[in-house]
Nanobody, 118 residues
Framework: QVQLEQSGGGLVQPGGSLTLSCAAS????????ITWHRRAPGKEREAIAC????????YPADSVKGRFTVSGDKTKNTVSLQMNTLKIEDTAVYYC???????????WGQGTQVTVSS
């Protein structure tokens, strides 16, 4: 079965950290681009970070640059999103997606809720 399985997320206080994971089954992430998206309440979906998993080059959006880091682990066929210094406005449902380029999404994860609140 071809799928992306997300894990992580939850409730965290402002300034805290969380790590989201995106594990592929049924296909390899080695030569794909993995894009992390989020959809905040009342807002459109936003692409926040992308990694070219073939060479590890990452493309963070300005809204998360310096706070969020995306990385790949080819041994686990997994890509992670490390989120630091979280802000209330980071509250959203986060999705990973894999495809042949940043923002080109052939496969989607199921989404995971991240809530930043005191």
């Amino acid at each position: 079965q071809v799928q992306l399985e997300q894990s992580g997320g939850g409730l965290v206080q402002p300034g805290g950290s969380l790590t989201l994971s995106c594990a592929a089954s049924g296909f390899s992430l080695d030569y794909l681009y993995i894009t992390w998206h989020r959809r905040a309440p009342g807002k459109e979906r936003e692409a926040i970070a992308c990694i070219n998993n073939a060479n590890g080059i990452t493309y963070p959006a300005d809204s998360v640059k310096g706070r969020f880091t995306v990385s790949g682990d080819k041994t686990k066929n997994t890509v992670s999103l490390q989120m630091n210094t979280l802000k209330i406005e980071d509250t959203a449902v986060y999705y990973c997606a894999a495809g042949r380029g940043c923002g080109i999404s052939d496969y989607w994860g199921q989404g995971t809720q991240v809530t930043v609140s005191s």
